[in-house]
């Protein structure tokens, strides 16, 4: 199997390095391990999905 760096899948993804650190510390992309510093992720893994919560927006009408 092949496998990315997160600075690989952060520009595959579309979204940051620290993003794709974070998603791999909190175990929510299936397969990934670290090699000491690095984390190593299936090159064929999907994005995952964003579960942040979204801000809301908060119109005044005047």
């Known amino acids: 199997m092949k496998y990315m760096t997160a600075s690989q899948a952060a520009e595959k993804w579309k979204i940051s390095q620290r993003r794709v650190q974070i998603l791999c510390a909190q175990n929510r992309i299936k397969g990934v391990f670290k090699l000491g510093e690095n984390w190593a992720i299936p090159m064929n893994t ?10 809301e927006s908060h119109d005044e009408e005047i």
């Open 46 to 55: 999907p994005k995952p999905s964003d579960k942040r919560r979204k801000a």
